[in-house]
């Protein structure tokens, strides 16, 4: 499967965990209900990844965690906020650039219908 059907099925689980649960809730139970719809369609997921920052020759743990990895590939940004803001999308872009992946989403879980609240950012690394 390429990524971009790899970021097709990430967003049409998403979809269907927002119709179910709506908006309102925790960015946790979210991304619980997320790895479960993820993991029920066979895909390696991993959450809040822990994410040092590489300085020098020297690997710190800076308290920087992943929300979710998919398949090693894809990194998923949940938030549950008014609107999304310009820093999570540069927390997101940075993420991708440290942890060398392509493709990332951010996730606002806090609107009516979720296609509102998806932003798709490319790392063109």
């Known amino acids: 499967m390429n990524i971009e059907e790899l970021g097709n ?48 020759t020297v690997r710190i743990d800076a308290g920087y965690r992943i929300d979710m990895l998919i398949e090693d590939l894809i990194i998923i940004e949940n938030k549950t906020v008014e609107r999304l803001l310009p820093i999570h999308e540069a927390q997101l872009l940075t993420y991708l650039k440290m942890k060398d992946c392509r493709l990332g989403y951010l996730l606002n879980w806090n609107v009516l219908i979720l296609k509102d609240g998806i932003k798709r950012l490319v790392n063109n690394l």
């Open 9 to 56: 099925k990430i967003i049409g689980a998403a979809i269907r965990v927002h119709r179910v649960l709506g908006p309102g809730l925790l960015e946790s139970a979210y991304q619980k209900c997320l790895d479960f719809e993820l993991r029920k369609m066979g895909l390696r997921v991993d959450c809040e990844l822990i994410l040092p920052v590489q300085y020098e």
